[in-house]
């Protein structure tokens, strides 16, 4: 019993420790024409490096990054997608700048960033259609941009599931039938218990 409970304490500390020591952030911007949003980023100095992507949906963007001094350390120009990188010389807050000054709609921008790591994850898809007769095509692209950091973290939690939780789950049926069949066979209950 001692082994189960040492199980069930340490395994929400182990899950704790995995996902604080992720440094990876995501956020979605829905951006007015001529407008602008910003998102901070904490380089203290164990920082060396912010990268990650960005994507726009419903027109292009100019993106940019500003050090501590507000100084423009990156700058990409009208774009839909960008994969970016940028080493930080200096301690302090970067400010990631996502501007919506060539589109007269409303744009969506999704960040994925992180500090002192750099992942690539794109593709280029071109389409085209010819109609032979009247039909009508949709594309559509997903609501929620892929997050690499998920599919970690839910192929985690499955080894964890199938290693230490499934056993455990197993092992605490087994001592309950267990105990059922012991009353049964004591006398102390008149419910046969049937074991395969």
Do not use: W
Not at 19 to 48: H, M, Y
Not at 168 to 187: E, F, N, P, W
Request: proline share 5%; aromatic share 8%; hydrophobic share 40%.
């Amino acid at each position: 019993m001692k082994y189960k409970r040492v199980i069930l304490v340490s395994l929400p500390l182990l899950l704790i420790a995995l996902v604080g020591s992720v440094q990876a952030s995501t956020g979605v911007f829905l951006i007015e024409p001529l407008k602008e949003a910003t998102q901070n980023v904490e380089c203290p100095s164990s920082c060396q490096s912010i990268g990650g992507n960005i994507s726009a949906v419903g027109g292009n963007i100019d993106f940019y990054i500003t050090d501590p001094s507000g100084v423009t350390v990156l700058r990409y120009e009208n774009i839909s997608f960008v994969d970016f990188k940028v080493n930080t010389a200096q301690n302090g807050t970067y400010v990631i700048h996502l501007a919506n000054r060539l589109s007269t709609n409303n744009v969506t921008a999704t960040l994925f960033y992180g500090r002192n790591f750099y992942i690539v994850l794109s593709a280029e898809v071109s389409l085209a259609f010819t109609t032979v007769t009247a039909l009508t095509t949709t594309v559509s692209s997903p609501s929620n941009p892929f997050n690499p950091l998920t599919g970690l973290l839910t192929q985690i939690g499955i080894i964890i599931f199938t290693t230490v939780v499934a056993p455990l789950l197993v092992s605490l049926l087994h001592d309950i039938i267990l105990r059922k069949y012991q009353k049964y066979k004591d006398g102390e209950s008149k419910t046969p218990v049937v074991l395969r």
